[in-house]
């Protein structure tokens, strides 16, 4: 298993230039989330999904969309870069909640570093 | 308003000796708390949990103590190693809930 996979690792834009960070699992898990990383602030979530056709919002959504047509695939879509998206995005998901709430611990991925001039 | 703190940006200790991260959370509504470790460049990968049924919960050398009345949790690493430095994240979340809140990261640095 790859597990957790995030394309590209690493990108630079230009304000409002449109980009998509693309994520994918191969573990067949149901729950599917986005976070950006920034220096002081920990990780915050922006959208998430708990499965195909199934998307919500997190903390930080602004700017920010996302689809999920598959169990697979859930990428994020910036429709105009700004200069404080300029963050490292993780990717993580999970399988179903056991019974009790139990269990859940979400495998993350490698990260993109991205750059907004 | 965060709702999970780590109030301590860095830990230095000695190579052997007991490593302590704390983590505070205001939402009485968190149930299950986590422990993730993050090394440079590389995505936070699961360490440790524990829910608030518990007090602690124990594997290997990490240990997580849980006090809810002080909406308080610590992490003890014993023996702390050099492989331990990273940086640690506290999350929680509620019951039957998928979204993770994390706290902003303790960097632990163990000295040889």
């Known amino acids: 298993n790859a597990g957790v996979t995030q394309t590209p690792k690493f990108q630079v834009l230009k304000t409002g230039q449109s980009m998509t960070l693309q994520c994918a699992q191969d573990m067949n898990h149901e729950y599917m989330s986005w976070y950006r990383q920034d220096p002081g602030m920990g990780l915050r979530l922006i959208h998430y999904s708990v499965g195909a056709g199934i998307t919500d919002q997190g903390e930080v959504p602004n700017g920010y969309n996302v689809s999920r047509s598959t169990t697979e695939d859930f990428p994020l879509r910036l429709l105009s870069a700004a200069p404080s998206q300029t963050s490292v995005y993780f990717c993580?998901?999970?399988?179903?909640?056991?019974?009790?709430?139990?269990?859940?611990?979400?495998?993350f991925g490698p990260g993109t570093r991205l750059t907004v001039l | 308003d965060q709702q999970v703190k780590q109030n301590s940006p860095s830990l230095s200790v000695q190579e052997g000796r007991i490593s302590i991260l704390n983590c505070d959370y205001t939402?009485?509504?968190?149930?299950?708390f986590l422990w993730y470790k993050k090394y440079p460049a590389e995505g936070p990968t699961f360490l440790i949990s524990i829910s608030s049924i518990k007090d602690k919960n124990e594997d290997g050398r990490f240990t997580v103590f849980l006090n809810k009345s002080a909406k308080h949790l610590s992490l003890h690493i014993v023996p702390s190693q050099p492989g331990d430095s990273a940086v640690y994240f506290c999350?929680?979340?509620?019951?039957?809930?998928?979204?993770?809140?994390f706290g902003s990261g303790t960097r632990l640095l163990v000295r040889p």
């Open positions: 993580a998901s999970s399988s179903s909640l056991l019974a009790g709430g139990m269990g859940n611990e979400q495998f």
């Open positions: 999350a929680a979340r509620g019951y039957s809930s998928y979204k993770l809140i």
């Open positions: 939402n009485s509504m968190f149930d299950y």
